[in-house]
């Protein structure tokens, strides 16, 4: 029997059919003894349409209020998904990033992950469920609802995977796993069989959207193996995990783009000592 963790971003259950998909590829899990903890993203379009909402009533909206409206998005998908799986005879239970213990610090809507307790995550497992969570989001010491930044959910399986000390964790998306470019892009790209932890953050952190970097980076600090996949699928996906010797043959892994990026040029910045760290903190201060 292994503890599985497995995250389904927004396109895997961007429908109620999709949500169904979903709950089948559990099934087959719980079929073979595993224990299973699924991580879900909002539903596609959903986080967008609510960021539009606020931005409807006034431009730059309450960044406290914006985690408060934003968490729903997964409370949707966690709820569908438990009742997808109740639909096939199986015991589910959907439960937020605060119930799951994730505690972060107090930035709201890019808050950082401080530390998890799984305890009611365990018991839950234990008692024959499968446990959904809501990712991109967690909660203060004292008990304020932040969120995690764009693609969040990801982080949140990792961090989830090192905590529980799961076997194995799958990524799932809405392609079959790490390309040499975005294949959507290079019809030509190729799939990789796996790719180093270094290798894979450089890349998200350049642009490739498939995966978050900070989650990467996450990955690499607690050793979680974790293969990117397709939901859509059962081709095998790509393991991301640390570099060995057949990987230092290869010069260049890939290639990333990234088109929602802005350059600032300060000019006429006084020569002395001070200035920078001053900018630097502001921007710091920020969180930029």
């Keep these: 029997m292994a ?3 497995q995250k389904y971003g927004g396109t ?3 429908n109620t059919d999709r949500i169904k998909n979903v709950a089948a590829r559990v099934a087959k899990y719980r079929a073979q003894g595993d224990q299973v903890v699924v991580v879900v993203s909002a539903m596609s379009g ?3 349409g609510l960021i539009k909402l606020a931005k409807d009533i006034v431009p730059l909206p309450s960044e406290r209020e914006m985690d408060m409206l934003l ?3 997964e409370q949707q998908t966690i709820a569908l998904t438990a009742i997808a799986l ?4 199986i015991p589910a239970v959907s439960m937020t990033g605060a119930q799951a213990g994730i505690v972060t610090d107090g930035v709201h809507t890019k808050a950082k992950i401080h530390n998890i307790t799984p305890k009611a995550v365990h018991e839950l497992l234990d008692a024959g469920n499968v446990v959904i969570v ?3 989001q967690g909660e203060t010491k004292d008990g304020q609802i932040t969120t995690l930044g764009r693609g969040g959910s990801d982080l949140t399986a990792i961090a989830l995977a090192a905590a529980l000390k799961a076997d194995l964790c799958q990524i799932y998306t809405d392609v079959d796993g790490v390309y040499t470019a975005d294949p959507r892009i290079v019809p030509t790209a ?6 180093s932890y270094d290798e894979m953050l450089e890349l998200a952190s350049l642009g490739a959207k498939v995966m978050q970097s900070r989650s990467v980076e996450f990955a690499k600090k607690f050793g979680v193996v974790f293969e990117v996949r397709s939901s859509l699928n059962d081709n095998p996906g790509t393991i991301v995990k640390e570099e060995t010797k057949s990987m230092e043959d290869v010069v260049i892994r890939g290639v990333a783009f990234d088109k ?4 600032v040029t300060l000019v006429a910045v006084p020569d002395k000592p001070g200035v920078a760290a001053r900018i630097f903190k502001a921007l710091g201060d920020a969180t930029v």
């Design 46 to 48: 959903v986080t967008d």
């Design 190 to 195: 190729k799939k990789l069989q796996e790719i």
């Design 71 to 73: 968490a729903t998005g």
């Design 86 to 89: 109740h639909a096939i005879n």
């Design 134 to 136: 809501a990712g991109f």
């Design 260 to 263: 929602n990026q802005a350059k």
């Design 3 to 5: 503890l599985i963790v």
């Design 12 to 14: 895997s259950v961007g």
